[in-house]
């Protein structure tokens, strides 16, 4: 029988991917010929989704080599081309609908695609993306090599049939998502398999570069540091990761604090990839620590030039775009060039509104958004920026010029409906926040829009009832159900000993979110009746605690840090983890000098406490450098003496830095 040169078989290896591999075929089902399934050995209901969608399932043995797995499934297809993903991945729609008219292209041998890594389902965390090839032709030379990491490219190089290109389309990986994978697990199990590569195949350069990578991701930086150097000495530039190891080379010597070797390999970098715009961030990143701004603004400025990232660097979102802008912003508000400093923000335009973003803003950056010439330059650029404008703005606490610029709005989506009916509660117009809810749509935002509506009820003056409201909207033995029900009794004084005496850990979270969005909206005295009232001791300070804590834990530490001064200045003072985060919010929002006065206090309370001790060593170094780069500064020929102790200082200070996360996590 004659088969099609179009046809194509989906070759995948799974182990317990139920969770993720029925969204895999359903994505990819439809546009392939035939599924081959290499089990190696799921106890879960893989086998039962594989089934459902009609695959050939085999079962197979692990042995502890992935290409092993692979070319099973390989040997195993019968269509004209391969194409291989992996069960927690997926393809979009355009992809799939685009994979017969790539296998129609005459003399192309294979295809990459640019694997996108979900990162995260949180705002804030940008995707890394890395190259492929994940479609190929069937043919009996084309094999995967290599226990872990396993490639198919050399083999199709070797038989010369034809190229290799790039698709230019994506496909989805949600495996390194923290939120659902053991990431300590698959570096761990990664180290064990690539040592065994090591000792089959010393001089492998690629294998060390995967071995320092596995480290990195446990953390271990002086063990990855010693296979990046391995991997760095024995290069032979045909294997195509070597833009990703001068990049993760230099990672983790900054990690680690190394920072003049970290700039020498940038910098050798940049000779061999002068068009890799990860390396002008990184490089930017080293000279903004070492207050090299007019060599950090100039790197980060080389970013924006950048129209895209060519496709065989793996690069993370936004390295040409948002990424720079914020740092450019942050220099240009140090040396006082608002405007600049302003604009670049106005660049950092998130692709789609949220309530809960939290822009990470430093004290010069707050102190300019808190002017009101500021609020006027803002309002010039509402409708060009119109998400990152609003945000600006109640970050600012500017809330009547944010309405002006809501009200101007013909039309306009639900988040910011609810922006608006933020900046109507700290002005305490009631009336006109509940009549924006009654015609909110809803289908759309019901949490949200749930708390701000009994928010609007319980603020005013008396407060109003809003039991009947939350039992419309939720399930009753939901947690936020039961906090809201809860803290309606307490804020309209009906609760009970038996009420006050419940301790469900999700319940007292949900209690603790809404007092926090009743301090944030101005509203302290409230929020601290209804925390205080849900505490054990009923300690007012140990409720500005809480509250402060949270508010740390959600990233705001311009939020949390008076929260955590009013618990010490409320008694709340012989705790050293209060102390403890007053100097990590220090660490953002005032001085070196202040954080080191505070982890000293906590070290003080809790002696054996290496974090704490790591901590004010940390600050201590960063304080001497503040000194020694004033003193550089007031030096005619910009003191060229000092920078050797200038690099010295922050390799401490980045070291004890690291030296406290592998403490604490």
């Keep these: 029988m004659c088969l099609s040169p179009l046809s194509i078989s989906l070759c995948m290896i799974v182990k317990n991917e139920a969770k993720h591999l029925h969204r895999c075929l359903e994505s990819v089902s439809p546009f392939v010929d035939e599924i081959i399934i290499v089990d190696t050995g799921s106890i879960d209901e893989t086998p039962d989704i594989a089934l459902s969608f009609g695959a050939t399932l085999i079962k197979s043995p692990w042995k502890d080599d992935f290409s092993a797995a692979r070319n099973e499934s390989i040997r195993q297809a019968t269509k004209q081309w391969i194409l291989f993903l992996d069960a927690d991945e997926e393809l979009p729609l355009d992809t799939a609908q685009r994979l017969r008219k790539l296998v129609a292209e005459p003399d192309v041998e294979g295809w990459n695609f640019t694997v996108i890594n979900v990162n995260s389902l949180v705002d804030g965390h940008n995707h890394i993306t890395h190259t492929n090839l994940r479609l190929f032709r069937n043919r009996q030379e084309y094999r995967f090599e290599g226990k872990i990491h396993e490639q198919i490219i050399p083999s199709i190089r070797r038989a010369h049939l034809g190229s290799v290109i790039h698709s230019q389309l994506p496909i989805l990986h949600h495996g390194y998502n923290p939120q659902l994978v053991d990431q300590q697990h698959k570096a761990q199990r990664n180290i064990r398999l690539l040592e065994k590569e090591i000792r089959l195949d010393p001089h492998n350069a ?122 450019l912003a942050e220099l240009y508000a140090q040396i006082n ?52 404008v609003i945000q600006l703005l109640y970050a600012g606490k500017h809330f009547q010029p944010c309405l002006d610029c809501l009200n101007q709005l013909k039309e306009i989506d639900p988040i910011l409906l609810l922006w608006k009916i933020k900046c109507l509660i700290p002005l305490k117009r009631f009336e006109e926040a509940e009549a924006i809810l009654k015609v909110f749509p809803h289908d759309s935002s019901t949490r949200e829009r749930l708390l701000y509506h009994c928010l609007i009820l319980w603020l005013q003056d008396p407060p109003k009832e ?21 803290a309606d009794k307490i804020i309209l004084n009906r609760s009970s000993e038996s009420d006050l005496s419940v ?37 007012i300070g140990e409720a500005f605690f809480l509250l402060g804590k949270l508010s740390f834990l959600q990233g705001n530490e311009e939020k949390a840090y008076p929260l955590l001064v009013e618990a010490v200045a409320s008694g709340f003072s012989d705790d050293d983890e209060v102390h403890f985060l007053l100097g990590r919010t220090s660490e953002r929002l005032t001085t070196p000098q202040k954080a080191l006065h505070h982890y000293l206090t906590a070290l003080k309370h809790n002696p054996a406490n290496e974090s704490y001790a790591a901590s004010a060593l940390e600050q201590m170094a960063k304080s001497c450098f503040v000194l020694a780069s004033d003193v550089q500064q007031k030096i005619p020929d910009d003191a060229p003496q000092l920078r050797p102790l200038l690099l010295w200082l922050r390799s401490i200070e980045k070291k004890a830095a690291y030296y406290r996360e592998a403490l604490l996590t």
């Design 337 to 388: 060039l608002h405007e600049e400093a302003i604009e670049q923000l106005l660049q950092t335009q998130p692709k789609e509104s949220s309530l809960h973003t939290q822009l990470q803003l430093d004290s010069n950056i707050r102190k300019i958004l808190a002017t009101p010439s500021t609020a006027e330059g803002l309002r010039k650029h509402f409708f060009t920026h119109t998400h990152i």
């Design 206 to 327: 690629f294998h060390h570069y995967n071995l320092g990578v596995s480290y990195m991701a446990l953390g271990v930086l002086n063990k990855a540091l010693e296979h990046f150097h391995i991997s760095r000495e024995r290069l032979d530039f045909f294997r195509g990761f070597e833009p990703a190891l001068y990049r993760d080379y230099g990672r983790c010597l900054y990690m680690y604090g190394e920072y003049e070797l970290a700039l020498e390999i940038v910098n050798e970098g940049l000779t061999y990839f002068s068009d890799y715009p990860d390396l002008f961030f990184l490089r930017g990143c080293l000279n903004r620590d070492l207050n090299r701004r007019k060599e950090a603004i100039a790197d980060f400025s080389k970013c924006l030039l950048f129209r895209k990232v060519p496709f065989e660097y793996p690069t993370e979102e936004g390295i040409t775009g948002s990424l720079p802008h914020f740092q």
């Design 466 to 486: 809003a039991s009947p409201l939350i039992r419309t909207f939720f399930d009753f033995d939901s947690p936020l159900s039961q906090a809201l029900q809860l």
């Design 503 to 539: 301790r469900n850990d999700e319940i007292a979270l949900e209690i603790l979110s809404i007092a926090l969005e009743m301090e944030s909206l101005g509203y302290l005295e409230k929020a601290l009746h209804l925390r205080r009232l849900y505490t054990e001791s009923h300690d």
